[in-house]
Every structure is written in structure tokens, then in C-alpha cells.
């Protein structure tokens, strides 16, 4: 029963180079989101996506581009990395149809720009 | 109006003792209250939640206490163990908004000492 699954868990970038970090899950949520974690500040949402083929912006998506082209995955680019993006990254998804159920959270990429 | 403000930023509890953590919030139209535990190094996990048409619900040793006049919930954790140390984020959501997401407080990080 794997759930929410994240690749890769570790990564460190140069400033300047490109990413992309994975989400999967087997769980058929239509409901799935990108979380960046730093201290001090919890979880703010970077991107989310509420189906196959669309996405949305949340509160800090500057310097992210996300697709969800299949229902399963969730992919979070960085086209520029910036040292202000180093950061623990969490995935996340909902069941079909409703917000105010249980998310399930994937076990985080922690993200190193140097 | 959408955030949620958590307090304390940190907690130090005897093992046995009682661990209290308070979330306020502004926008009335929220209707589901969740509460995340996270270790370290593993993605947030839901614990217990509630929604704005009861004032207590109780899983265990974990209570969610909820003041729907004064805008405010609480988590409380009798008999704290050691086991319960971690990070505890409490969150507010919207159905049928259209925002399809959570609002997360900044994070609690419990420590139970022995």
C-alpha cells in the first residue's frame, strides 16, 4: 500500500539549475498539492490541482511550474533554482469530491540550493 | 482573514502531563479543523479533526476542543508519553469554496520528556 509516494528524497542544485521533483499516488484522488515546509513558517501551499489536466497557483508560486497530465502523478519544476527555494518539499492528495476529508501526505524531498 | 494563527512555537511537557496547543481564526465560512502530527523526517499524518457543529471530540488521549464564538480550537493531549513528541500543525478548510485546500498554522513542535 504505497499512498503518496515522492522522488527523489534528497537533492542538492546549484543555483541556476533545473528540476523536477515527483509525485505519485495509487490512492485515485482527484484532489493533489505541493507544500513547501520551512521553519518557523508550517506548510504553505505552492501549487494544487483539483483533476487530470489542471492545475492552480496557491500562496507562494513564484519560481514553480507544476502538470498533472496523468490523474496519478504530480510533477513541481524549478526552472531557476534559487537558495530560496531550499526548503523540504511535501506532496499531498485528497479523496474525489471533498477538501474536508484526510490529506495524505507523502514522506518529503528536502532541497538543497547552493 | 484565511490564516490561521497557532501558538506556542515550541512545548516542553513532563511525561504524564498535559500538552495544550491553541489555533485561532478569522474567516467564519471555515468548516473542517484538522490536526496533524509530524515526526521528523516523515510527512504530516492527520490525528484527529472536527467540524464547527460540535464543541469536543475526543480520540484517545487526543481532544479537540472548539470555541465556534471566540473563532478558536485547541489540541489537548492527556497523559503526554514521549512517543507523542513531534510536530503538531493545525489547519481549516473550506467546502464547496472553490479553494480546494487547507490552511495550515506554522507548527507546534512538542517535546515529552522522560
Known amino acids: 500500500n504505497a499512498g503518496v509516494t515522492q522522488t527523489p528524497k534528497f537533492r542538492v542544485l546549484k543555483t541556476g539549475q533545473s528540476m523536477t521533483l515527483l509525485c505519485a499516488q495509487d490512492?485515485?484522488?482527484?484532489?493533489m498539492y505541493w507544500y513547501r515546509q520551512d521553519p518557523g513558517m508550517g506548510l504553505r501551499l505552492i501549487h494544487y490541482?483539483?483533476?487530470?489536466?489542471?492545475?492552480a497557483k496557491g500562496e507562494v508560486p513564484d519560481g514553480y511550474n507544476v502538470s498533472r497530465l496523468k490523474k496519478q502523478n504530480f510533477l513541481l519544476g524549478l526552472e531557476s533554482a534559487a537558495p530560496s527555494q531550499t526548503s523540504v518539499y511535501f506532496c499531498?492528495?485528497?479523496?474525489?469530491?471533498?477538501?474536508?476529508?484526510?490529506?495524505?501526505f507523502g514522506q518529503g524531498t528536502r532541497l538543497t540550493v547552493v | 482573514q484565511q490564516q490561521v494563527k497557532q501558538s506556542p512555537q515550541s512545548l516542553i511537557v513532563q511525561k504524564g502531563g498535559i500538552s495544550i496547543i491553541n489555533c485561532a481564526y478569522e474567516?467564519?465560512?471555515?468548516?473542517?479543523f484538522p490536526w496533524y502530527q509530524q515526526f521528523p523526517g516523515k510527512g504530516p499524518a492527520l490525528l484527529i479533526a472536527?467540524?464547527?457543529?460540535?464543541s469536543e471530540k475526543k480520540e484517545g488521549r487526543f481532544t479537540i476542543s472548539f470555541n465556534k464564538s471566540a473563532k478558536q480550537f485547541s489540541l489537548h493531549i492527556m497523559d503526554s508519553q514521549p512517543g507523542d513528541s513531534a510536530t503538531y500543525f493545525c489547519?481549516?478548510?473550506?467546502?464547496?469554496?472553490?479553494?480546494?485546500?487547507?490552511?495550515f498554522g506554522t507548527g507546534t513542535r512538542l517535546k515529552v520528556l522522560a
Open positions: 499531498a492528495s485528497n479523496p474525489q469530491g471533498s477538501v474536508n476529508t484526510e490529506a495524505f
Open positions: 490512492m485515485n484522488h482527484e484532489y
Open positions: 490541482s483539483v483533476g487530470e489536466g489542471t492545475t
Open positions: 474567516n467564519t465560512a471555515f468548516d473542517y
Open positions: 472536527i467540524r464547527p457543529d460540535v
Open positions: 489547519a481549516a478548510s473550506i467546502e464547496g469554496s472553490g479553494t480546494y485546500k487547507y490552511i
